[in-house]
């Protein structure tokens, strides 16, 4: 059995694919498996993930005639690793060679944690790039790659405490960042591939908030984790994204859907920490917030009430936002934590 399975989902990604999977099989850490699902590509990706996997009987090819959406060709991949460790690479973002040696280091040396997470670069990856990211050169950061993060030293905390720093975005808030275990990530992953929503947002079609929900109750259930300061992963973003799109076509949705899946998640896990009530009441904050300026667009009047409650979860976020800094990094949350339980 492998230590660590690197799962990759791909639907006609062929422009990046191929660095995506040359990246995996540099890693450091050689007691790895490459497991990658296809979804009835059109564009050759299934081509090239073929001659990788003709090179390096590491990597295991599963394929569909069919696209059934990310959550369960994400789901498909996790009942099929075989690792001790697993984490999701998407097929457009790339691991830096040490990311599968430092994570699963870090977690063989506290056997008890269910996940650990790191720090990631963002590239901003155009329709035509000019600089081509060689997997080869990937331990030796490009000055075009900025950090996703503020920078924040090697922290261990407590679970609540993480799931503040990802609803804070003081942590990188996608699956790729953090390395697993394979076994905890089976029995939580089923409880976020439908959220229901009093919005009438299908998340299992259109999946945004889905992984924090999944991280926020991993890190709660682990207790503590250790979150590595160093960037392993260069989180590539492309125009044509599905969250890119969304973003620029109704960004309150986004932001909404993000949001109420933390609140729906860590109202599931009010037993796993004391301090859930002060992160449920944060969350519930930004859904009032987020859902004020939603429907303005859609000119409704908001889910979140009267004008008292939408001045009360603007006050509250501002005041939460004021105290768990980014810069400040860990030590924030857990005084914010501290304080408000």
Avoid at 44 to 61: K, M
Avoid at 94 to 115: H, I, K, V
Wanted: positive net charge; glycine residues 4%; proline residues 6%.
């Amino acid at each position: 059995m492998p230590l660590v399975s690197l799962l990759i989902p791909t639907h006609n990604n062929a422009s990046t694919a191929g660095e995506t999977i040359e990246s995996c099989c540099r890693q450091t850490l050689k007691d790895i498996e490459i497991v990658i699902y296809d979804e009835a590509s059109k564009d050759g990706t299934l081509d090239i993930i073929n001659r990788f996997a003709a090179a390096d009987s590491r990597i295991r090819v599963l394929t569909s005639p069919t696209n059934s959406g990310p959550l369960r060709a994400w789901r498909k991949l996790l009942h099929e690793a075989r690792g001790h460790y697993c984490t999701w690479v998407w097929s457009d973002d790339l691991l830096l060679p040490r990311f599968a040696e430092t994570l699963a280091g870090t977690l063989s040396q506290n056997p008890n944690d269910l996940l650990a997470g790191c720090n990631a670069y963002r590239y901003y990856l155009p329709d035509d790039p000019k600089e081509k990211i060689e997997p080869a050169n990937l331990d030796q950061p490009s000055p075009s790659w900025e950090l996703l993060n503020e920078r924040y030293p090697t922290t261990r905390l407590k679970g609540d405490a993480y799931a503040l720093g990802i609803f804070a975005k003081i942590f990188p808030v996608t699956q790729m960042c953090n390395l697993f275990s394979t076994e905890a990530a089976r029995e939580v992953f089923d409880h976020y591939i439908e959220i229901q929503n009093p919005y009438g947002f299908d998340y299992s079609r259109l999946a945004y908030g889905n992984d924090v929900a999944f991280l926020s109750e991993l890190g709660l259930r682990s207790g503590e984790l250790v979150q590595v300061g160093e960037p392993l992963v260069v989180a590539r973003s492309t125009p044509g994204s599905l969250t890119e799109r969304l973003i620029r076509t109704n960004r309150w949705q986004y932001w909404l859907q993000y949001t109420y899946a933390f609140y729906a998640g860590w109202s599931q896990c009010r037993s796993l920490s004391p301090r859930m009530p002060a992160l449920i009441r944060a969350a519930d904050a930004r859904v009032h917030f987020c859902d004020f300026f939603y429907s303005l667009k859609h000119r409704r009047w908001p889910r979140a009430g009267n004008p008292f409650k939408i001045a009360r979860a603007v006050w509250f976020i501002f005041r939460h936002d004021r105290h768990v800094n980014k810069k400040a990094g860990p030590e924030s949350m857990e005084r914010w934590l501290t304080k408000k339980s």
